[in-house]
């Protein structure tokens, strides 16, 4: 069973940037999918950014297109989420979670572990 810890949220003025961590403990995730996943107060989880750790693919919601990056380090067992040019409507509880098999999805149910969440607050 794997767990997942993420870290390096904080609040931060619009047009900062921030680096979330989701290091991975238990086992391996080399072969599963992982995700990054968002909550603000009197919303839905949503789908940030999700990568397909053995084929290397990636996919992004619209919003955070072109500013967000996930990424992975094979050795440290983590994935990251840089995030740059911060909107306020940025802000909610980030969330790492992983699933197994290759394919990406944008259902956070599909999604069998999560982390605790760290929150991302961005003031304008």
């Known amino acids: 069973q794997v767990q997942l810890v993420e870290s390096g949220g904080g609040l931060v003025q619009a047009g900062a940037s921030l680096r979330l961590s989701c290091a991975a403990s238990?086992?391996?995730?080399?072969?599963?999918?992982m995700g990054w996943f968002r909550q603000a107060p009197g919303k839905e989880q949503e789908f940030v950014a999700g990568?397909?750790?053995?084929?290397?693919?990636?996919d992004y919601a619209d919003s955070v297109e072109g500013r967000f990056t996930i990424s992975r380090d094979n050795a440290k067992n983590t994935v990251y989420l840089q995030m740059n040019s911060l909107k306020p409507e940025d802000t909610a509880v980030y969330y790492c979670?992983?699933?197994?098999?290759?394919?990406?999805?944008?259902?956070?149910?599909?999604?069998?572990?999560w982390g605790q969440g760290t929150q991302v607050t961005v003031s304008s």
């Open positions: 979670a992983s699933r197994g098999g290759n394919g990406i999805s944008r259902s956070p149910a599909l999604y069998s572990t």
């Open positions: 238990g086992r391996f995730i080399s072969g599963y999918t």
């Open positions: 990568l397909s750790w053995r084929a290397g693919g990636t």
